[in-house]
């Protein structure tokens, strides 16, 4: 069986984060493992406090469940800090993973800070290069930047910049871009795609790029090209954002189905 792994942070909602990684990679029957990086207390209007995994045991966690399990496709989401990052820099390369993606996740979205800038940087220099793929929302492009990113063209000059700091490609998410189509920039291989799908208004989402980054690692761990993966899942998230449901007071949740 085709097998994922999902380096991430625990959601009790169900809405991002690990929960969220192992229902897409299931729905899209791929076998989904999961090492913990953090710990959050949140609910669906918010993150009160996120509690980071002591460094030994994230090393742990994931050494030695790669020293017994091949592994397709790997995914990384929250990361709190440099150590955390330079620990999986360190695994990736050791054992050699190289269909790797990287949702570079800066804030929530509820507006949490995650990484400091100090850490965005060593995240350019350390995961970055390592990447087969990095997906950023049109903020956390901003961030690995310094540009501006709120237009069309605008994104495909930040994808151009992302991709000469080594991933092989660059997914950067425009779903916060006006226009009636939700539009993602692909930069890879000489070219740039575009992937658009119709817009659905009026959903305040949680965990869409969790979503989006889980269901693409998905695709990879089945033998798909990147660019196949991408549009799978692009789809597969539309419909899911379509069927969205309320289990709160706050954000809406992406109701998951390969349907």
């Known amino acids: 069986m085709n097998v994922a792994l999902t380096i991430a942070g625990s959601d009790p909602t169900g809405g991002a984060g690990i929960q969220a990684d192992l229902r897409t990679f299931a729905d899209l029957n791929i076998h989904g493992t999961a090492v ?13 406090e996120v509690v980071k995994i002591p460094p030994d045991l994230l090393r742990k966690q994931i050494a030695t469940l790669l020293d017994d399990v ?3 496709a790997v995914k990384t989401g929250m990361l709190l800090d440099g150590e955390s990052i330079e620990i999986i820099g360190e695994l990736l390369k050791k054992y050699q993973l190289e269909s790797y993606v990287l949702d570079p996740i800066v804030r929530s979205s509820t507006g949490y800070l995650i ?15 390592l990447a087969l793929l990095v997906t950023p929302n049109l903020k956390e492009a901003e961030a690995l930047t310094g540009l501006s990113v709120r237009t069309e063209k605008e994104m495909e000059r930040a994808a151009m910049e992302i991709h000469a700091m080594g991933p092989r490609y660059v997914l950067i998410k425009g779903g916060h871009l006006e226009g009636d189509a939700a539009l993602d920039l692909l930069v ?9 799908k119709a817009r659905v208004r009026n959903r305040r989402l949680h965990g869409a790029g969790c979503v989006f980054s889980a269901a693409i690692t998905a695709g990879l761990a089945a033998g798909l090209t990147v660019q196949q993966a991408v549009r799978k899942a692009k789809g597969f998230v539309h419909r899911a954002i379509r069927s969205s449901v309320s289990i709160g007071h706050g954000r809406q949740l992406l109701n998951l189905t390969s349907d």
């Open 115 to 129: 990484l400091k800038k100090d850490d965005v940087e060593l995240l350019k220099k350390v995961l970055l290069p």
């Open 36 to 48: 913990l990086a953090s710990l959050t207390i949140q609910n669906t209007l918010g993150i009160q």
């Open 70 to 72: 091949t592994v397709q």
């Open 188 to 196: 890879g291989d000489s070219k740039i795609q575009r992937f658009r």
